[in-house]
């Protein structure tokens, strides 16, 4: 009975130490100076265990996750994963035969393709960026438009897709079955039958969902080791949790909502317009909406946004510092229009200084 007292006792002391520490968040105003942050002070703040870090700047109605550790990857029957590598690698799905999965999701590249759009087809060039395809094995729907529910489906579509690898969906299993080593590597992973679509697109699923983003410094942060990150970064992260807002969208292990916003970059009736989310559901709520795209590794897939138009993760801060593009109708014609595009009330101008946008740059590039 002894040491079950002693259990409870310690179980309450420590439910008290939270309490207390909850009770303190959002104290970082301690943590200013004349001239700036006390950086040392903000670590000291996040020196503790994630439940007691300074309270967050969450906007009324949204739901949000805590910054946490990436779970563990899913396990997939092993002949699976290998199959869905070796068609992810292999220019043979696409009707050329000279254009893979791999050349618009490069691993050196986070997965993207360090373009601002992808070139697919007798080099036909898309209008959206290749997204990465880190840490998708939780992702709700995909592609920047989010038209496809599951990562089956995202697999079949660059295949399909006229101006990226062209293939006819008929004519795939059967151009597969000619080759001995699919059909051997598709019986070790299916069993025995044909080559179908489904196993296919089951096969590249499997495989793109074991694809995650390197161990960095701040995964060790995030298992306690404090001393993973400098003082500078610690700021970073502060300031993405609070003054920055950043987390209203950007939250949870893969640091996205896996929801839609508008972030005032439609270009409504100019060039480079794209009605984003719109154009699936038809819903004019949803002009000009995106995909949340998740943060990790994020230095790495540049240029950035759903049409690659911005090659500097500086100058992307300093469009949100200032709140985003607000597009205002040029004549009554556009002002009367339904589908004039509306910027998500989450984006606010945030009056960041010099000195607090390199330490959320910083923070950005340990991700």
Same mark, same amino acid.
């Given at each position: 009975?002894?040491?079950?007292?002693?259990?409870?006792?310690?179980?309450?002391?420590?439910?008290?130490? &939270?309490?207390?520490?909850?009770?303190?968040?959002?104290?970082?105003?301690?943590?200013?100076?004349?001239?700036?942050?006390?950086?040392?002070?903000?670590?000291?703040? $996040?020196?503790?265990?994630?439940?007691?870090?300074?309270?967050?700047?969450?906007?009324?109605?949204?739901?949000?996750?805590?910054?946490?550790?990436?779970?563990?990857?899913?396990?997939?029957?092993?002949k699976r994963v290998a199959l869905g590598e070796k068609l992810f690698h292999d220019p043979r799905l696409s009707r050329s035969?000279? %254009?893979?999965?791999?050349?618009?999701?490069?691993?050196?590249?986070?997965?993207?393709?360090?373009?601002?759009?992808?070139?697919? #087809?007798?080099?036909?060039?898309?209008?959206?960026?290749?997204?990465? &395809?880190w840490n998708l094995d939780g992702a709700t729907a995909l592609f920047w438009d989010g038209r496809a529910a599951t990562l089956?489906?995202?697999?079949?579509?660059?295949?399909?897709?006229?101006?990226?690898?062209?293939?006819?969906?008929?004519?795939?299993?059967?151009?597969?079955?000619?080759?001995?080593? $699919?059909?051997?590597?598709?019986?070790?992973?299916?069993?025995?039958?044909?080559?179908?679509?489904?196993? &296919?697109?089951?096969? %590249?699923?499997? $495989?793109?969902?074991?694809?995650?983003?390197?161990?960095?410094?701040?995964?060790?942060?995030?298992?306690?080791?404090?001393?993973?990150?400098?003082?500078?970064?610690?700021?970073? &992260?502060?300031?993405?949790?609070?003054?920055?807002?950043?987390?209203?969208? #950007?939250?949870?292990?893969?640091?996205?909502?896996?929801?839609?916003?508008?972030?005032? =970059?439609?270009?409504?009736?100019?060039?480079?317009?794209?009605?984003?989310? $719109?154009?699936?559901?038809?819903?004019?709520?949803?002009?000009?909406?995106?995909?949340?795209?998740?943060?990790?590794?994020?230095?790495?897939?540049?240029?950035?946004?759903?049409?690659? =138009?911005?090659?500097? =993760?500086?100058? %992307? !801060?300093?469009?949100?510092?200032?709140?985003?593009?607000?597009?205002?109708?040029?004549?009554?014609?556009?002002?009367?229009?339904?589908?004039?595009?509306?910027?998500?009330?989450?984006?606010?101008?945030?009056?960041?200084?010099?000195?607090? !946008?390199?330490?959320?740059?910083?923070? =950005?590039?340990?991700?």
């Open positions: 009975m002894g040491s079950v007292r002693r259990t409870l006792l310690a179980a309450c002391w420590f439910g008290l130490w &939270l309490s207390n520490a909850a009770s303190a968040r959002g104290s970082d105003s301690a943590c200013l100076r004349d001239k700036g942050w006390d950086k040392g002070c903000i670590a000291s703040l $996040y020196a503790v265990p994630r439940q007691a870090w300074p309270r967050p700047t969450i906007d009324a109605g949204v739901v949000w996750q805590e910054l946490a550790p990436l779970p563990p990857v899913p396990t997939s029957p092993p035969n000279t %254009i893979s999965c791999a050349s618009c999701h490069q691993a050196d590249k986070g997965f993207s393709n360090g373009q601002a759009v992808a070139v697919g #087809h007798e080099e036909a060039h898309g209008t959206r960026n290749a997204p990465s &395809l089956e489906i995202q697999a079949l579509g660059p295949l399909a897709n006229p101006v990226e690898m062209a293939m006819p969906l008929d004519r795939l299993p059967a151009k597969l079955e000619k080759i001995i080593e $699919y059909r051997r590597d598709f019986a070790a992973a299916y069993g025995p039958g044909p080559i179908t679509l489904a196993k &296919l697109s089951n096969a %590249i699923a499997s $495989y793109e969902r074991t694809l995650r983003s390197p161990v960095t410094r701040f995964d060790r942060y995030l298992a306690g080791e404090r001393n993973a990150l400098s003082e500078e970064e610690v700021l970073g &992260l502060h300031l993405f949790r609070t003054k920055a807002r950043c987390l209203n969208c #950007h939250q949870g292990a893969r640091m996205t909502d896996n929801s839609f916003h508008n972030l005032g =970059l439609t270009y409504f009736a100019r060039k480079f317009e794209d009605l984003g989310r $719109y154009e699936v559901t038809g819903r004019k709520e949803d002009v000009g909406r995106f995909k949340t795209p998740g943060l990790r590794g994020v230095s790495h897939s540049g240029p950035w946004m759903h049409n690659g =138009l911005f090659p500097q =993760l500086t100058g %992307i !801060l300093n469009m949100y510092n200032g709140g985003m593009p607000s597009p205002a109708p040029n004549d009554a014609i556009q002002a009367a229009n339904p589908l004039f595009p509306v910027k998500s009330p989450l984006l606010k101008p945030l009056s960041l200084s010099r000195e607090e !946008l390199d330490a959320l740059l910083a923070f =950005l590039l340990i991700l």
